[in-house]
């Protein structure tokens, strides 16, 4: 079974910057298609951004393009989400996830396991 942990949320102004990581434990992380999803308060989770197990291929929802980056790192067994340019949108609860397999997906049904997540808070 494999855990995921999400850190590094945080409360920014509008225009600056975080790093989430996610940590996997507890199962083979290897080969699996990795995302990042979101949910803001009264709304559903939605896409940010999904990445190969290779880190070759990376797929952004249109609201983030050009402002947040995932990357990951398998010897750490870790994935990132870099965020540049901060909105107060941006504010939600951001997600881990992992698929069994390494083909990316943009939606929840896609992903078999899920962190906790961690709270953003973009201030204007």
């Known amino acids: 079974q494999v855990q995921l942990l999400e850190s590094g949320g945080g409360l920014v102004q509008a225009g600056g910057s975080l790093r989430l990581s996610c940590a996997a434990s507890?199962?083979?992380?290897?080969?699996?298609?990795m995302g990042w999803f979101r949910q803001a308060p009264g709304k559903e989770r939605e896409f940010v951004a999904a990445?190969?197990?290779?880190?070759?291929?990376?797929h952004y929802a249109d609201s983030v393009k050009g402002r947040f980056t995932i990357s990951r790192d398998n010897a750490k067994n870790t994935v990132y989400l870099q965020m540049t340019s901060l909105k107060p949108e941006d504010t939600a609860v951001y997600h881990c996830?992992?698929?069994?397999?390494?083909?990316?997906?943009?939606?929840?049904?896609?992903?078999?396991?899920w962190g906790q997540g961690t709270q953003v808070t973009v201030s204007s």
């Open positions: 990445i190969t197990w290779s880190g070759r291929t990376t």
């Open positions: 507890g199962g083979t992380f290897s080969r699996n298609a």
């Open positions: 996830a992992a698929r069994y397999d390494d083909t990316l997906q943009t939606v929840v049904s896609g992903y078999d396991y």
